[in-house]
Structure formats: C-alpha cells, structure tokens
C-alpha cells in the first residue's frame, strides 16, 4: 500500500525518559512533516524537511530533534519528556510547492505520566 | 500574516440535514485553499481544494468555493450521512511554500 506510516501508534511513557517516533513515505515525495494535535484538536506544524534539509523548524523545545536519513523516512527523537508534551503527533509527506496537499499518517498518541 | 479561522464546535445535525461550516482566511498574495476530514483515530485526508478565485472544489458531495473578495471558503453538503461524523478542518497554504496553516478544527456529528 502508498502511504505514510509512523510507528508506534500509541506511546506511554514516564517524564524525563527519551523516546522516538518513527515515519515512512513511500509515495516518491520529497517533502516531510510532523504536527503536533493537541486535547482540542489543533494543529500546529513542528518541523518540515525538504530532501532530506530542514526548512522549516518552528518554536519547539530542544528536547525534539528530528532526523532524516532520507527523504522517505523523518523521525522524532524527543528527550526529557514532560507532561505538556502529551499529545496525537502526525506525520505527513507532499510534493514541493503550496498546491500540493498533505498526505498523514494515522499518529502516534504520546502520553506521559 | 496567514491564519484561518473557523467556526466553533461541535455541529451536531440530523441525517440529510444541510451542512455548513464556516472558513475565512487571511494572507497575503494568493493561497491555495484545502479542507481536511479526519475520522475518529486516523489522520487528516485531503478531502477538497481550490487553488485560486473563484474555483470550486468538490468531492463526495461537500463542496467549497474560493471566494476572494470575502476571504471565505465555507464548507457545504447539502445532506449529510451519519459516515461524515469527523472532524472538519480549513487550511490554506502559498504558493511555492511547505506549510499548511490550519483552522481549529470542527468536530460535526450526524445522528440517524
């Protein structure tokens, strides 16, 4: 199946430990995303990579650092985790340029305890 | 800047009822313009767009239309099905980016 698919889709963890979140596109596209949904279900984009580059890097704690070792795969490290950082993170993939949309992945609902 | 604004939920509507939701923007040039549905425990799917003024887009019956002079791109479906119960939201994005602003999202129930 085409698709974007992260893993795992549910992850429950203690504050201060380190996890990863991993995700996949096998639609030959070369632009990559993660957004953060939150309780009310808003969106809000974290971070963009555009063949493999970062492009677009909002106001995110340090704790997350994404990596992409190709421009299939974009990965979510996040350190010391906090309460706050609970929520339903979305990967997502689309061609370059603003007509294209986004095509997601299913999420990974994050809670820390 | 760019931002979206969308009415507040939830909508909660019978089966065949007529369905609005509300979507304004703001931006600068000339957007492209998208709504997105999410089903319960899945993610976002591109559910239509419009790339410029007065374009419609269409598809499994809801329908939007790109209005410039009102900055409005207001969802419609003129009788809704209890499978559309989700979570409806606007997003616009400019052309040449990568970024995806979106709404607040809409959360519409369909009772039988």
């Known amino acids: 199946d085409t698709a974007v698919s992260q893993t795992p889709k549910y992850l429950v963890t203690q504050m201060g430990n380190d996890k990863s979140i991993k995700c996949e596109q096998n639609?030959?596209?070369?632009?990559m995303y993660w957004y953060k949904q939150d309780s009310k279900k808003f969106l809000k984009i974290m971070f963009s990579y555009n063949n493999k580059e970062l492009i677009i890097n909002e106001t995110v704690p340090n704790r997350f650092s994404p990596k992409s070792p190709d421009k299939a795969h974009l990965n979510l490290h996040i350190n010391s985790l906090e309460l706050g950082d609970s929520a339903v993170y979305f990967c997502?993939?689309?061609?370059?340029?603003?007509?294209?949309?986004?095509?997601f992945g299913n999420g990974t609902r994050l809670t820390v305890t | 800047g760019n931002s979206v604004t969308q009415m507040e939920g939830p909508v909660t509507l019978s089966e065949e009822a007529f369905l609005t939701i509300n979507c304004t923007y703001t931006a600068t040039g000339y957007p492209s313009l998208f709504w997105y549905v999410q089903y319960p425990g899945e993610g976002l799917q591109l559910l239509l767009k419009?790339?410029?003024?007065?374009d419609k887009g269409s598809n499994k019956g809801f329908e939007a239309t790109y209005r410039k002079e009102t900055t409005s791109f207001h969802l419609e479906k003129g009788s809704v099905q209890v499978s559309d119960s989700a979570v409806y939201f606007c997003?616009?994005?400019?052309?040449?980016?990568?970024?995806?602003?979106f709404g607040t999202g809409t959360r519409l129930t369909v009772i039988p």
């Open positions: 997003a616009l994005s400019q052309t040449g980016a990568n970024n995806l602003f």
């Open positions: 997502a993939s689309s061609n370059t340029g603003g007509n294209s949309p986004l095509h």
């Open positions: 639609l030959g596209h070369d632009t």
């Open positions: 419009a790339t410029k003024a007065d």
